[in-house]
Structures are given as C-alpha cells and as structure tokens.
Nanobody, 114 residues
Framework: VQLVESGGGLVQPGGSLRLSCAASGFAFSSYCMNWVRQAPGKGLEWVSHICGGRAEIVYADSVKGRFTISRDNAKATLYLQMNNLKPEDAGLYYC????????WGQGTQVTVSS
C-alpha cells in the first residue's frame, strides 16, 4: 500500500490549494478515505472523510464550507480542494486509510502566510 500526497505550498490568507493523494496497492474504490492534518507542535486533526464516491462525506466544523473532498476511483486519487485558507489551516496534510489496516502517506506541507 502506498499513499503519496502532493499539492501543498505557500499561499496567502484567502487563497486556495488543491491537494492530491495518489493511492496504490489496494482496491482504492472499496475504502473510505480521510484527510488529516497536523499543525506545528500540535496533534493530528481529522479534516474530512469520504466513502463510496460521494455517498458519505463529512467535514470537521473548522473547514466546513471552505474545503471539498472528492475522489477519482478510476485514477485511485483522493483530492482536497481548500478555499479561503486561513493561517490556522497551515500544517502537514496527510491522506489516510483508516479501515482495515491504517495507512498514511508522507504528507504535504501547507503554509498560509502573507
């Protein structure tokens, strides 16, 4: 199993980024997937969850209305569209498979600063 995140970077407050997570080594379409993040000096914070295409999507209150999770099962890729970014959104973002054995990638860094 491999999960490879990309798309992070430096963005000004109010800006947007789109994160991607390329999955391999398992039947991606059969698994619920999550985005979690870790701000500097803090613990992991769950951000969003998607199961069964768009059948079940849930967001943390802190990102609701600003972030959109999606997936392309044909490409085995998970996405996170992040709009209206705030400084408190900064951190290392991981995609994570939490059903069956737990797997996560190396993360992609998001920095929100003017």
């Amino acid at each position: 199993v491999q999960l490879v995140e990309s798309g992070g970077g430096l963005v000004q407050p109010g800006g947007s980024l789109r994160l991607s997570c390329a999955a391999s080594g398992f039947a991606f379409s059969s698994y619920c997937m999550n985005w979690v993040r870790q701000a500097p000096g803090k613990g992991l914070e769950w951000v969003s969850h998607i199961c069964g295409g768009r059948a079940e999507i849930v967001y943390a209150d802190s990102v609701k209305g600003r972030f959109t999770i999606s997936r392309d099962n044909a490409k085995a890729t998970l996405y996170l569209q992040m709009n209206n970014l705030k400084p408190e959104d900064a951190g290392l973002y991981y995609c994570m498979r939490t059903s069956g054995a737990i797997y996560w990638g190396q993360g992609t860094q998001v920095t929100v600063s003017s």
